[in-house]
């Protein structure tokens, strides 16, 4: 089944994010969460996991002293 426009704009997640969130989404899916609802969760999981979307660099800010 297509995913609908009001999933949101998944285009700033890296292929990672985008395979890690539809395994997370199966996992609900198979514990009996109905499709929107496991997608809503695997990509709330996602984003609590990686941050969201895109981060140029590493991700740890430097201090210099």
Known sequence: MPHSAKSGDKSSYTDKQKRQAHHIEE??????????????????TENKISGGGKKSGSGKSSKKS
């Open 27 to 44: 996992g609900y899916e198979k514990h009996g969460v109905p499709e929107k609802e496991a997608e809503r969760r695997a990509w709330a």
